[in-house]
């Protein structure tokens, strides 16, 4: 059961390369803005979303289980010279804040393998934007 229902103060959220969808997705006034793209371009097509507070609550708790206020600043990997993957995230909520980032390399995983915490915490985001299960 969620219990908490604080809105984020600040929310961002990026993953993208050259190649490949992007998902590009900020909190504004209380909407979650979001731009999908591919090819290293933008479509210039600006989704919106306004999660409730129980949506909110249920993607702090999954937050705090993925331990994502523990994540380095940064995240690089040795594949970070070519069809890179870049993720950015900016969270602040309930008095925490995280800023992190990686190319082609997640947090708990080794090398570029994308970890079963950040497929996770993606599809908690993707949940907000009313996507996924």
Known sequence: MCTRTTLPE????????????S???RLVDGRLLCEWAS?????GVVMEASPTPEEWARFTET?????????????VSAHSC????????????DGRSIVARGANAYPGSQGAV?????????T???RLLGRGP
């Open 23 to 25: 998902l590009y997705v």
């Open 124 to 126: 908690a985001v993707e």
């Open 114 to 122: 994308v970890s079963k915490e950040f497929l996770a915490f993606r």
């Open 39 to 43: 090819g290293g371009g933008y479509s």
């Open 82 to 93: 070519c069809d890179v993957i870049y993720w950015h995230l900016r969270l602040e909520i």
């Open 63 to 75: 937050a705090d289980r993925l331990g994502v206020w523990g994540w380095e600043p940064e995240y």
């Open 10 to 21: 600040a929310f961002e959220f990026y993953i993208g390369g050259s190649v490949g969808p």
